[in-house]
């Protein structure tokens, strides 16, 4: 019986995704989550994310995790949010509270496990010249002014998602073993992660929702279909190849951009949320 163990498994692509790893014979789905019969978990805490890691030790036992899924993620509509710790939400939610749950299940995987880290093309300024982040200052995205306007929320998803590739590529360099995958499912309308936009960015939504045939934007199903099937080893990378990116409802390999590309500001990026996270002390 192969373990799967996911987070943002309960709506959107994620939903679609879990449904199609639970249905898979052989295999079984643990998921972890603020609602919806799953296992409680609450990125935005850190006790809540340590009771979730104990918690998912406890139902496997002696077992180990042969897939690991950090699917969940936010996206608000300013900066001004913070976790229980302090941190930016963004950088809070999706990068350090996935960090966090990734170290501390790291013994329970399996030597050739799989992890897909859900990352997103707004990381890039190709993809996303008004946003993307241009270097990879830590301090400044854990701790930024607060400032109450909807691109200063963006920037700060966008930055967040920079951190889930590099972490992605920092435990490719340190588990060699592990098959590491950073995901993007590209702009997929119909999903609830821009439910903290004001009404005018949210018609961005709206809109690509009508023009996505002519666009050839992925559905919620298709997105989703393909987390499953990195997650399942039904997709799997070319060599020295991490990011997945769909591209015209496509699975490709393309490279990231050029900050997420650089071993250095990887291994920044993890020794520093290490402390952060209070898995080190700062030195």
């Known amino acids: 019986m192969a373990v799967v163990v996911m987070t943002g498994g309960t709506a959107g692509l ?11 014979p052989g ?9 919806g019969g799953v296992l409680p978990l609450d990125l935005s805490s850190f006790a809540s994310v340590r009771d979730f890691a104990q918690a998912v030790e406890q139902a496997i036992g002696s ?18 949010g913070r976790t229980a710790e302090g941190f930016e939400a963004n950088f809070g939610v999706n990068h350090l509270g996935h960090y966090l749950l990734l170290r501390l299940l790291l013994p329970k995987l399996a ?16 993809a996303n010249s008004l946003a993307a982040p241009r270097e990879l200052d830590i301090a400044a995205l854990a701790h930024p002014p607060v400032a109450g ?38 702009f997929t309308p119909g999903t ?25 934007l992925a559905t919620v199903e298709q997105a989703g279909d393909a987390l499953a099937d990195l997650a399942l080893g ?22 990231p951009a050029e900050l997420a590309r650089r071993d250095d500001l990887a291994q920044q990026l993890w020794d ?12």
Request: net charge positive.
């Open 63 to 80: 077992g180990q995790i042969d897939v690991l899924v950090l699917n969940a993620g936010i996206q608000t509509a300013t900066n001004e």
């Open 27 to 35: 295999v079984r789905l643990v998921v972890g989550g603020r609602s």
């Open 149 to 186: 306007k909807f691109l200063a929320g963006f920037r700060a998803y966008s930055a967040s998602k920079l951190c889930n590739i590099l972490t992605a590529r920092a435990l490719a360099a340190a588990e060699p073993k592990l098959r590491v995958i950073a995901y993007n499912p590209g």
């Open 192 to 216: 609830a992660l821009q439910r903290d936009w004001p009404w005018w960015a949210r018609l961005s939504g709206f809109f690509a929702a009508l023009v996505r045939p002519i666009a050839r």
């Open 111 to 126: 030597p050739d496990a799989t992890v897909v880290i859900t990352a997103s093309d707004t990381h890039d300024p190709k």
């Open 234 to 255: 039904r997709a799997t990378p070319p060599a020295g190849q991490l990011y997945a990116s769909m591209d015209k409802r496509r699975l490709t390999w393309p490279d």
């Open 14 to 24: 994620g939903l679609v995704a879990a449904e199609r790893i639970r249905a898979e």
């Open 272 to 283: 520093e949320s290490a402390w952060m996270v209070g898995l080190t002390s700062p030195e």
